[in-house]
């Protein structure tokens, strides 16, 4: 039987996302290839703001918890 996941993981600390693009700006793009563009900006943003701090953490998780030896 697996272990189970409580206590294994924690709550990762949020970012800081000032500055960054929010969905109210996908919103306001004037078109659906602008809106497309824009959503393309703010996915990206929001994953390196993600990686930066928590990418270590998260291979470690796999690593240890999903990958088979």
């Known amino acids: 039987m697996a272990p189970r996941a409580h206590g294994r993981f924690h709550w990762l600390t949020l970012p800081d996302f000032t500055g960054s693009l929010n ?7 004037p078109s659906p290839q602008a809106r497309a563009a824009v959503m393309e900006r703010y ?7 993600w990686a930066n701090d928590h990418l270590t953490t ?3 998780w796999y690593e240890q918890f999903v990958v088979k030896d």
């Open 58 to 60: 998260v291979a470690r």
């Open 23 to 29: 969905v109210a700006e996908i919103v306001r793009a």
């Open 43 to 49: 996915v990206r943003q929001v994953w390196e703001l």
